[in-house]
């Protein structure tokens, strides 16, 4: 007890920094790998970080050779493994626009303009069954992406909305790319998912969506051509055949609510929490 107490009072505000950031690493480490489908090989590395230095300690040099060399392949493997994860962190850092500033000034009648031109074009959409796919821009910059399309840097109206999505014309097919109150491109092509635990039964127009929402920040909203039922993404997750309160407040919380909220993580809890 007295040793505990001894301890605790020369512990300084640096060693409890130190503990804790070891503590967070250490936590988020394991986390990850929990749910990771390198588990096994991340086992074996494991299991050779014990069984190195015990080879050494008993001087077993044919032994530790091998296992030096096996550790070696072993990182190889594991940067190949993990290759996925690795180029989604890469490709999210480079996405990321200390540059890319917003024009939106949120509570203004400007959005609730554009909340409602978007709502109606959306459930205009959805009456007729006109597949429709438009990513909202948030922190990240999208700029690959509205260059894979057509640029157009228009007004957002539910008319022009309409009219690109209309099939057989030639903006209709992929993504409108929206930033703030503009229409920055049409036509653009979108990373797709390549989750395969999603059912069978969702289409590549939302798997493009879901693959956009893992990359990067943005805001996916899909009407389906075949159902008409609207949906979104948000972190590669998606919410399918929402009602158009829930549009609403989706857009709501895109061009209403204060700067300072993070739309990402409240809307996901949000939803988190009526599943
Ligand atoms: N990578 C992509 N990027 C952007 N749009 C895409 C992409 N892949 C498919 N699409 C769009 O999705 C359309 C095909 O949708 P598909 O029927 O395969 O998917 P779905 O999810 O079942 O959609 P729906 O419910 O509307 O039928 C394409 O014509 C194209 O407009």
Redesign the pocket.
């Known amino acids: 007890m007295g040793q505990i107490k001894l301890i605790l009072s020369n512990l300084g505000i640096n060693s409890i920094i130190d503990i804790a950031i070891v503590y967070y690493v250490f936590y988020k480490g394991f986390m990850l790998i929990r749910d990771m489908r390198a588990k096994q090989l991340l086992k074996g590395i494991f299991l050779l970080i014990i069984l190195i230095p015990i080879a050494e300690i008993f001087e077993l040099h044919m032994v530790k050779w091998i296992l030096d060399r096996t550790f070696q392949v072993g990182i190889i493997a594991l940067v190949v493994v993990f290759q996925p994860e690795i180029r989604r962190a890469l490709e999210y850092i480079g996405r990321t626009s200390m540059f890319s500033f917003s024009n939106l000034d949120k509570n203004s009648a400007t959005s609730e303009y554009v909340i409602k031109e978007i709502v109606s074009a959306t459930s205009s959409l959805a009456r007729q069954k006109i ?1 429709a ?1 438009m990513i909202f821009e948030q922190k990240i910059g999208l700029n690959d992406i509205v260059d894979s399309g057509t640029k157009l840097n228009a007004e957002i109206s539910s008319g022009l909305l309409i009219n690109i999505f209309i099939p057989n014309t030639p903006l209709h ?3 409108v790319i929206i930033k703030d109150y503009s229409i920055l491109a049409a036509g ?3 990373p ?1 998912t390549d989750n395969n635990l999603l059912s069978k039964d ?7 969506a879901i693959g956009m929402t893992e990359k990067s920040d943005s805001i996916a909203l899909i009407v ?4 008409g039922y609207i949906s979104y993404a948000i972190d590669g997750r998606l919410y399918r055949n929402i009602q158009i309160e829930e549009l609403e407040h989706l857009l709501s919380s895109i061009y209403m609510e204060s700067e300072k909220s993070n739309i990402f993580d409240k809307w996901r809890y949000r939803n988190e929490d009526k599943k």
């Open positions: 597949g796919l097919d992929g993504a653009c092509f979108l797709l969702i289409g590549t127009r939302h798997r493009a389906s051509e075949e159902t």
